[in-house]
Structure formats: C-alpha cells, structure tokens
C-alpha cells in the first residue's frame, strides 16, 4: 500500500511504500529484476550485481529508509543520488565476525618414535618395552615432551551499518559504524538503516537494532559528488550471514 504525505514544493510528496501488491509505476529498475512477493520488494538478481530499484524524487535533498530487517539477513538498504547502475550512494546493513581471546589452554606436544602420552600434568611419553620393540631408539624409556599453551578464542559478533558509494563502476566504502558487537549472538535483527541528505550536502546514515538501544550513526561531507534526484532501495553483498535479497518498507520524504 502506498501513502501519501503532504506534498513539498517542487519535490515528490512523500510516502511509505509496504509493497503490498505490485510495483509502483514511479520505480525504474536501474539494476536487476525487482518484483513484489509476499509483502516484500524482492530481486532474484545476484547481490554482487548491486540490484537497485529507484524513483525520481525531483530533489536531491530527501529523507530515505528501508524497516523490517530479518534475523540474521543483511546487505539490503537504501539508495541515494542514482544517476545510473554506475554511479550511485548507498546506505546498507552489514554483519562481521571477529574473534576474542577468553583465555588459555595447556596442552601436551606430541611424543615422537610413537609414545604414547600420559597426558596433564606430567606430559610423559611411554614408549614400548626393548624386548616389544628393540629397533626404537626410545625403548623401555619414559621422557616428558613438555606443553605447551594456547589461547582460547570465541566467535563474536559485530552489527554494522555502511555508507557506499558507486563510480564509474567502482563501488567502495565511505565510512562504517558499529549498532552493536560482542557476545551478542548471530541471530540479532538491524531494525532500519536511513540515510538523510540535507542542502548543505552532508550525508547522515542512521541505523538500529530491533530491540532498540544505540542508534549508530555516520555523518559525511563528500567533497564534488556526482549528485542526482533519484533515490530508492539496493541489495548489495553482505560479509556473513545470509544474503538479503527483499526489502520490506520504504520511507520516503523531501528535505
């Protein structure tokens, strides 16, 4: 269902685009095949081809975002300033994993000429009786091989919202910002990302988790930016967990 808000001078009224049925006629797929299913803006279009659905806001100042993450999908968001599928700003979700030192672990080395290993704490080798085996250099002995300590590590997480840009082909990353990281699990849900574009044309991407707390936040000033007046919504890679290929909600409002 589309809704409309009160229209700004000059630039397209505002509205909230659910993508209840099909496609809007203002959208052009600048990228990819885009089709609505069950309730979602949906692209079967690979996300390294950077699928890219956009309408023409007849401003450059607006207010784009994209709502109903799903648990442990990323790489959807929002697209600004699309002059083609070449040259383009994106505001996206992202998920990384890094791993944490909890601690360490003494182990035994290995017994060479087939010791057998007594384990923690002595790390003695037991070798075979000379009569078993005469032709071991260690045999009838009993030698330490000594231990050794490692460090222990967990698998944390690192919820993330990025500010990208495209030209002439070339897609890069602007600037990145933590929502939240930690012992947190792989199963949290980025509730929104948004990015505002404002006349002085400073760029803010503003991103949530589901269950609320921090509002992460990017702000940037590109310097010359190739600028345009259309804006909409974009699948791009993700670096883990699993590839978002629908949009459920777009918000849009002029500046």
């Known amino acids: 269902m589309l809704i409309l808000a009160s229209p700004n001078v000059g630039a397209l009224a505002g509205f909230t685009d659910d993508f209840d049925s099909t496609l809007n006629a203002r959208y052009s797929q600048t990228s990819g095949t885009w089709t609505v ?19 023409d806001a007849n401003t450059q100042q607006v207010t784009v975002k994209s709502e109903g993450g799903t648990t442990n999908v990323f790489g959807w968001g929002v697209a600004f300033w699309v002059v083609d599928s070449n040259n383009w700003w994106a505001a996206v979700t ?41 032709s071991n250099p260690s045999c009838g002995q009993t030698i330490s091989a000594g231990s050794t300590t490692q460090a222990v590590f967990r698998t944390d997480y690192r919820y993330v919202i990025r500010l990208l840009k495209r030209e002439s082909g070339t897609v890069s990353t602007v600037a990145s910002a933590t929502i939240s990281e930690g012992d947190i699990g792989s199963t949290l849900t980025i509730a929104y ?13 503003t991103g949530q988790m589901s269950t609320g707390g921090t509002v992460a936040t990017i702000t940037n000033t590109p310097v010359t ?12 890679p993700k670096t883990t967990g699993t590839q978002a290929s629908t949009i459920e909600k777009l918000i849009y409002s002029p500046a």
């Open 193 to 205: 990302v948004q990015a505002v574009m404002n006349s002085s044309g400073q760029i803010t991407v």
């Open 225 to 236: 930016p190739t600028k345009s007046r259309r804006h909409g919504i974009i699948i791009v």
């Open 37 to 55: 299913t069950g309730g979602d803006a949906s692209t079967a279009t690979a996300a390294a081809s950077y699928p890219l659905l956009s309408f």
């Open 94 to 134: 992202d998920r990384e994993e890094f791993q944490t030192q909890t601690g360490t672990i003494t182990v035994c080395n290995a017994c060479g000429d087939g010791g057998v290993s007594q384990g923690l704490p002595s790390c003695n080798c037991v070798y075979c009786s000379c009569a078993d085996c005469p």
